[in-house]
Each structure stands twice: as structure tokens, then as C-alpha cells.
């Protein structure tokens, strides 16, 4: 079964400076990756996600993710947050063949501040 | 599409009741998972069908928990009896064979009083 933890329960940022969010997982098998957002009182939105190839993946609103195998990692990045990215961030894994079944982690809380 | 659409969005309920989440998938989708989210446990899943059919269950927390698909375009979650820790977001999502992605609804958030 695979697990997945992200390092960081609540980061706040400043509007205008880079964030990263850390998540690491763990599988026997090969698995897909993700990073979903949900905004206050809101569903979930995906953000991104890896299936194969490159090992850097584009998202939406400027989000960026880059998995490393080795290192069991798929950590997610923007290089510039706005107060409008304040919501809370999950990465999720699912196992390749395994009926998208999702495993996610706990949770970030980003809080951008003016 | 309109997307995964649940029903209701907002429940509020005592304890000892029966509730009755809905959902109805995207349209050609023929998987359907349930999802819930609390503050303790995150999210985690309960269930979830391929073609109308219950695959896996083992994440369902107790018999007074239980979910149907009668067909490919709705599903139900009850909780009979319901209780205070039964209060959480519950979610439910849709794909389809080929896709890599599922696709979430906006949630029911049950409070359990």
C-alpha cells in the first residue's frame, strides 16, 4: 500500500515570495502523483499532476511540481504566491493499474499575508 | 459537463437520525468513489464502484455506514444510525477507464448534533 507524507502542516508566505510545499511518498509499485487544492469551504481542485516523463510538471496558476524518484518526492513550488493562493494544499498518490484509487496526505495550510 | 454533482451541500442533522448523502457522476464515467474528510484522519477512502459494482469497501468505518449505486448515474451514502463523529466533508469523485485523473464534486459537510 502506498502512504504519503507532506513535512508541513501550515507555511505562511509573504505575497510576493516563492513557496515550496513538501511531500514525500512511499510504494512497492509505480504511481501516479498529484497536488489538489481546496480554497476555503470549497471542493477539490486539481493543481497538477505526474504520470510519467519529464519530471517537472506544470499546473495551473502557476504552480510547478518536480518528482524525484529517488528521493521518493514530489514537492510543489510557485515562484510567486498572491494573497488569492491562501487554501490548503494536498498531494495524493495513486498506484498505476489500482482503479485511481487516491492516498493523500495531510494536508499543507498556506497563509499568504500582505 | 457540469461536473461531479452532490447533494446536499449542507446537512445538519441529530444524533440517532438516518442521512442520506447523494451524488451523481460525470456522465460516462464508470468509477465512483466516496471520500471523507475530517480533521483528525484527513481524507481517506470509504468506498468506491466500477460499473455499478462495490470493488472495495474497507475503508467504510462501521455497518451503520453504507453505500449503493444503483445505476451509472447515481450513488447514495447512509449513515443509520448517525453520530456527533460522523460529522465531516463528505466527497464524492468520478473517472473513467483511460483517464489519470478523478474528478471531485464540492462536497456534502454533515454535522452530526
Known amino acids: 500500500a502506498q502512504s504519503v507524507t507532506q513535512l508541513d502542516s501550515q507555511v505562511p508566505v509573504f505575497e510576493e515570495a516563492p513557496v515550496e510545499l513538501r511531500c514525500n511518498y512511499s510504494?512497492?509499485?509505480?504511481?501516479?502523483l498529484f497536488w489538489y487544492v481546496q480554497y476555503p469551504n470549497q471542493g477539490l481542485q486539481l493543481l497538477l499532476k505526474?504520470?510519467?516523463?519529464?519530471?517537472l510538471v506544470k499546473g495551473i496558476n502557476g504552480f510547478e511540481a518536480e518528482f524525484n524518484k529517488s528521493q521518493t518526492s514530489f514537492h510543489l513550488r510557485k515562484p510567486s504566491v498572491h494573497i488569492s493562493d491562501t487554501a490548503e494544499y494536498f498531494c495524493?498518490?495513486?498506484?498505476?493499474?489500482?482503479?485511481?484509487?487516491?492516498?493523500f496526505g495531510a494536508g499543507t495550510t498556506v497563509t499568504v499575508r500582505a | 459537463d457540469a461536473g461531479v454533482i452532490q447533494s446536499p451541500r449542507h446537512e445538519v442533522t441529530e444524533m440517532g437520525q438516518e442521512v442520506t448523502l447523494r451524488c451523481k457522476p460525470i456522465?460516462?464515467?464508470?468509477?465512483l468513489f466516496w471520500y471523507r474528510q475530517t480533521m483528525m484522519r484527513g481524507l481517506e477512502l470509504l468506498i468506491y464502484?466500477?460499473?455499478?459494482?462495490?470493488?472495495?469497501d474497507s475503508g467504510m468505518p462501521e455497518d451503520r455506514f453504507s453505500a449503493k449505486m444503483p445505476n451509472a448515474s447515481f450513488s447514495t451514502l447512509k449513515i443509520q444510525p448517525s453520530e456527533p463523529r460522523d460529522s465531516a466533508v463528505y466527497f464524492c469523485?468520478?473517472?473513467?477507464?483511460?483517464?489519470?485523473?478523478?474528478?471531485f464534486g464540492q462536497g456534502t459537510r454533515l454535522t452530526v448534533v
Open positions: 469523485a468520478s473517472s473513467f477507464l483511460g483517464a489519470t485523473e478523478a474528478f
Open positions: 510504494s512497492s509499485v509505480s504511481v501516479y
Open positions: 505526474y504520470l510519467s516523463g519529464s519530471t
Open positions: 495524493a498518490v495513486s498506484e498505476v493499474d489500482d482503479d485511481y484509487k487516491l492516498s
Open positions: 456522465s460516462g464515467h464508470d468509477y
Open positions: 464502484f466500477n460499473n455499478n459494482v462495490p470493488i472495495d
